[in-house]
């Protein structure tokens, strides 16, 4: 019954007419919970709570679906106005973005043009950025563009895919650039041609490229709501005397925010990710499909409405 509701949310995630629906209507439904407003004033007042509590920010404006340079263009402007709202406030938060978002499937100038203009923004401001992994088919364009970005800017890094077949050896290729990268399981439907379909396969696979890329020497952020996980990064950190300089753990804001503050408060880095913008719907419904708790948490809400 779980993986069904979660082909059925990954299935709604992708519809464009409930998307544009979305816009119209605003938070409504239990999304604010997972997205912190839909303009960066309220997303950087949702960063200084958080920063208070001693928990680290990725922010992220929402957008999907985009498919022509214009829409493109102005979502990079809402990247870079996101950068320097982080660096005006003098906020403990970095960037990340989608390269869909910044032109990745209307041409490869569209994306490279707006890309150089959000690091440069980004280095002025001193302000990390990292490029989230979308499904599977973007997947070597994205690195692709990784590569060629990092020849020119130290200030970005990307994100690793635990459940695919190919992330071993895409950790091995990327070593020589030294990365930041965020590792997570993965959370698009992918074939089983391509990605591990069982969930204790996906679990190993994690285990092995935390302890690959750490043993790089190499930045790494654990992104994961897993107490396994979680735990076999501490044991492991411990016993090859890792530096908490070189780790950090994130999570999606909205969920476990007191095993968040748990963690920051035993000294480890935790970076909290938050969603703001308007173009919430796809983003959330990847949420619902994640745990059968955010759908009963959503559904109490509306019940009470």
């Not at 544009?20 to 912190?36: I, Q």
């Not at 990247?79 to 005006?88: M, T």
């Not at 001193?126 to 590569?147: A, G, H, P, W």
């Not at 190993?204 to 994961?224: D, P, S």
């Amino acid at each position: 019954m779980e993986q069904v509701m979660r082909n059925f949310f990954l299935f709604l995630s992708k519809n464009k007419p409930l998307t544009k629906v979305a816009k119209k209507y605003g938070l409504r439904f239990g999304a604010a919970r997972f997205v912190a407003g839909e303009t960066i004033e309220l997303a950087v007042e949702s960063i200084k709570e958080l920063n208070k509590k001693n928990l680290s920010v990725t922010l992220d404006y929402l957008g999907e679906f985009v498919d022509n340079e214009k829409e493109a263009n102005e979502m990079a402007d809402h990247s870079i106005k996101a950068i320097e709202a982080i660096g005006k406030g003098q906020l403990n938060a970095q960037l990340s973005l989608k390269m869909t978002s910044m032109g990745l499937d209307i041409s490869d100038e569209v994306v490279m043009n707006n890309m150089k203009r959000i690091l440069s923004a980004a280095k002025k401001h001193n302000v990390f950025v990292t490029i989230d992994m979308e499904d599977y088919s973007r997947c070597q364009k994205t690195l692709d563009i990784f590569k060629e970005l990092k020849k020119e800017f130290d200030n970005v890094g990307t994100v690793i895919q635990a459940y695919l077949y190919r992330t071993v050896k895409d950790i091995e290729d990327l070593n020589k650039y030294h990365p930041n990268l965020r590792l997570v399981k993965g959370a698009y439907k992918e074939s089983p041609d391509v990605a591990f379909p069982e969930k204790k396969d996906v679990d190993e696979n994690f285990k092995k490229i935390i302890k690959m890329h750490l043993l790089n020497g190499n930045f790494t952020a654990v992104a994961t709501h897993d107490d396994a996980i979680i735990e076999y990064t501490k044991e492991l950190v411990k016993e090859y005397q890792i530096s908490k300089d070189q780790f950090e753990f994130q999570m999606l804001y909205g969920i476990r925010p007191e095993r968040q503050e748990q963690l920051a408060n035993e000294g480890y880095g935790m970076r909290v990710y938050v969603p703001f913008g308007n173009d919430w719907y796809g983003y959330f419904m990847r949420r619902l499909a994640e745990r059968p708790a955010n759908v009963a948490f959503v559904l109490k809400g509306v019940i009470k409405k």
